[in-house]
C-alpha cells in the first residue's frame, strides 16, 4: 500500500469535520495520556487544543528532552543553481519570474563550501531550482564530490529523482533527502503548479519513499504551511511521517514546517499561518511523533525561533542565505527571504544561554 493509499482513507472534508467537532473534555482525556494514537492526533490539532498550549508544551518540552536531549544540530542551505522549468504560483524560482538565473562552477562552489565551513558548519544542504537541463545528476554528484571535501553530513532538496538516481547520489556520498509535497491537498496542488513536471503530485507524493529505499540515511518531509488550511495540511506531514517511520524503520524521518515567506513575484498567501497556529502545528507534531526530528528554518524570525527551544525542535539552519553564490557575495534574487539573519556564532551562544549544545556533527560519511 503506498502513501497515496493511505490518503484515500482520509478525505479533507471528513479530516475537518472531526478536528473541528473536538470538544474541551476530548483534549483533557487526551492530554492525560503519554502516547498518542493517529485520532489523538485529531484532537492536538483541533481548535479546541488552541486553548491547552501551554499544556501541550510542558508535555512537549519532557517528551524532546528525553528523547534528543538538550542538543541542536545546526546545518546551512547551499543553492547550487536556480533554474527552474516550473510555474509554482508561490515560488521565487517560477520560470516565468525575471532572475538572474545561474548556477555555480566547480571553482564557484569551492569558495561557498569554504565560506560555510570556515563558519563551523558541517551539516550542508544542497539546493538546486527543478531543472535537469541545468542541474543534471552528473552535475549534483560532481558537486557532492567537491564539497565532500568540507562537510561530514551532505543532504539534497533537488527535483524529484528515480530510485536509482538516488542510489547513485548515496554512493557519491549524499546522506539525506529532503522533499516537501508542498501541499496534501490534490485540489489545491493543481492549481498551485500550472505546469511543469512538478504538475504530477502522484510522482512528487511517492517521491520519499524512492529516497528511502535507496539507502539515504534521513528523509526529510514536509507541506509549505499557508498554501491550504494548516489544520488538514499539519494532519497529512504527520499521517506522511508516521507512514514513513512505520514502513522504514531504518531512516531518519523528519518533518518541516516552514511558513510562506515574502519572494520575487506577487503571490498572495490564501491560508495565513499566525504564530500560535504554528506553536500548535509544532506541539502536536512532537507529542505524537516522539521520535521523529523536527527544522525550523531561518524563514522564521529570530526571537521566535528562540522561544521554540526545547518544544521540539531538534534541527535548526543557521548563517543561511537563499542566493545562488551568496556566501562569497551578494547575487540578487534568492529563493526567498530570510527573516532569521544571525551568524552561527550568534546562533551558537543562544542556544548555550538556552542550556542547550550546538551540534555541528554527528555523523560521518564512510
Given at each position: 500500500?503506498?502513501?497515496?493509499?493511505?490518503?484515500?482513507?482520509?478525505?479533507?472534508?471528513?479530516?475537518?469535520?472531526?478536528?473541528?467537532?473536538?470538544?474541551?473534555?476530548?483534549?483533557?482525556?487526551?492530554?492525560?495520556?503519554?502516547?498518542?494514537?493517529?485520532?489523538?492526533?485529531?484532537?492536538?490539532?483541533?481548535?479546541?487544543?488552541?486553548?491547552?498550549?501551554?499544556?501541550?508544551?510542558?508535555?512537549?518540552?519532557?517528551?524532546?528532552?528525553?528523547?534528543f536531549g538538550r542538543v541542536m544540530v545546526l546545518?546551512?542551505?547551499?543553492?547550487?543553481?536556480?533554474?527552474?522549468?516550473?510555474?509554482?504560483?508561490?515560488?521565487?524560482?517560477?520560470?516565468?519570474?525575471?532572475?538572474?538565473?545561474?548556477?555555480?562552477?566547480?571553482?564557484?562552489?569551492?569558495?561557498?563550501?569554504?565560506?560555510?565551513?570556515?563558519?563551523?558548519?558541517?551539516?550542508?544542504?544542497?539546493?538546486?531550482?527543478?531543472?535537469?537541463?541545468?542541474?543534471?545528476?552528473?552535475?549534483?554528484?560532481?558537486?557532492?564530490?567537491?564539497?565532500?571535501?568540507?562537510?561530514?553530513?551532505?543532504?539534497?532538496?533537488?527535483?524529484?529523482?528515480?530510485?536509482?538516481?538516488?542510489?547513485?547520489?548515496?554512493?557519491?556520498?549524499?546522506?539525506?533527502?529532503?522533499?516537501?509535497?508542498?501541499?496534501?491537498?490534490?485540489?489545491?496542488?493543481?492549481?498551485?503548479?500550472?505546469?511543469?513536471?512538478?504538475?504530477?503530485?502522484?510522482?512528487?507524493?511517492?517521491?520519499?519513499?524512492?529516497?528511502?529505499?535507496?539507502?539515504?540515511?534521513?528523509?526529510?518531509?514536509?507541506?509549505?504551511?499557508?498554501?491550504?488550511?494548516?489544520?488538514?495540511?499539519?494532519?497529512?506531514?504527520?499521517?506522511?511521517?508516521?507512514?514513513?517511520?512505520?514502513?522504514?524503520?531504518?531512516?531518519?524521518?523528519?518533518?518541516?514546517?516552514p511558513r510562506m515567506r515574502p519572494h520575487t513575484?506577487?503571490?498572495?498567501?490564501?491560508?495565513?499561518?499566525?504564530?500560535?497556529?504554528?506553536?500548535?502545528?509544532?506541539?502536536?507534531?512532537?507529542?505524537?511523533?516522539?521520535?521523529?526530528?523536527?527544522?525550523?528554518?531561518?524563514?522564521?524570525?529570530?526571537?521566535?525561533?528562540?522561544?521554540?527551544?526545547?518544544?521540539?525542535?531538534?534541527?535548526?539552519?543557521?548563517?543561511?542565505?537563499?542566493?545562488?553564490?551568496?556566501?562569497?557575495?551578494?547575487?540578487?534574487?534568492?529563493?526567498?527571504?530570510?527573516?532569521?539573519?544571525?551568524?552561527?556564532?550568534?546562533?551558537?551562544?543562544?542556544?548555550?544561554?538556552?542550556?542547550?549544545?550546538?551540534?555541528?556533527?554527528?555523523?560521518?560519511?564512510?
Amino acid at each position: 500500500m503506498s502513501f497515496y493509499d493511505v490518503l484515500q482513507k482520509y478525505e479533507q472534508n471528513t479530516v475537518l469535520e472531526r478536528i473541528q467537532s473536538v470538544s474541551k473534555r476530548e483534549v483533557e482525556v487526551v492530554l492525560s495520556k503519554e502516547s498518542f494514537s493517529i485520532d489523538d492526533y485529531f484532537v492536538l490539532i483541533s481548535p479546541a487544543a488552541s486553548g491547552f498550549l501551554e499544556e501541550m508544551a510542558r508535555k512537549a518540552h519532557r517528551i524532546t528532552l528525553q528523547h534528543f536531549g538538550r542538543v541542536m544540530v545546526l546545518y546551512a542551505p547551499l543553492y547550487l543553481a536556480n533554474y527552474c522549468v516550473n510555474s509554482c504560483l508561490y515560488c521565487g524560482f517560477n520560470v516565468h519570474n525575471g532572475l538572474d538565473r545561474r548556477k555555480l562552477t566547480m571553482e564557484e562552489l569551492k569558495i561557498e563550501a569554504k565560506a560555510i565551513s570556515q563558519m563551523g558548519i558541517r551539516h550542508i544542504l544542497i539546493l538546486t531550482g527543478e531543472s535537469r537541463k541545468h542541474s543534471s545528476v552528473d552535475y549534483i554528484m560532481e558537486c557532492v564530490r567537491v564539497i565532500s571535501e568540507y562537510f561530514t553530513s551532505v543532504s539534497i532538496e533537488v527535483y524529484p529523482l528515480e530510485e536509482e538516481e538516488y542510489m547513485l547520489l548515496v554512493n557519491s556520498g549524499v546522506d539525506g533527502l529532503t522533499i516537501y509535497q508542498e501541499v496534501y491537498d490534490e485540489g489545491v496542488y493543481k492549481i498551485m503548479h500550472p505546469s511543469g513536471p512538478k504538475k504530477d503530485y502522484r510522482y512528487r507524493l511517492d517521491t520519499p519513499e524512492r529516497g528511502c529505499r535507496s539507502g539515504m540515511r534521513s528523509v526529510g518531509i514536509g507541506a509549505l504551511m499557508g498554501l491550504a488550511n494548516w489544520r488538514a495540511e499539519a494532519f497529512y506531514t504527520v499521517l506522511h511521517a508516521h507512514y514513513l517511520t512505520s514502513k522504514y524503520p531504518e531512516v531518519e524521518i523528519s518533518i518541516s514546517i516552514p511558513r510562506m515567506r515574502p519572494h520575487t513575484g506577487n503571490f498572495q498567501v490564501p491560508s495565513p499561518v499566525s504564530d500560535r497556529d504554528f506553536v500548535q502545528i509544532l506541539l502536536a507534531a512532537r507529542l505524537f511523533l516522539k521520535h521523529v526530528g523536527i527544522t525550523v528554518s531561518t524563514r522564521e524570525r529570530s526571537s521566535f525561533r528562540d522561544n521554540l527551544i526545547g518544544l521540539g525542535v531538534t534541527r535548526m539552519s543557521a548563517g543561511s542565505v537563499t542566493e545562488v553564490g551568496g556566501y562569497n557575495e551578494k547575487r540578487g534574487d534568492g529563493q526567498f527571504e530570510i527573516s532569521d539573519d544571525r551568524s552561527v556564532e550568534d546562533i551558537r551562544q543562544m542556544l548555550y544561554s538556552k542550556g542547550f549544545q550546538p551540534v555541528f556533527k554527528d555523523w560521518q560519511f564512510i
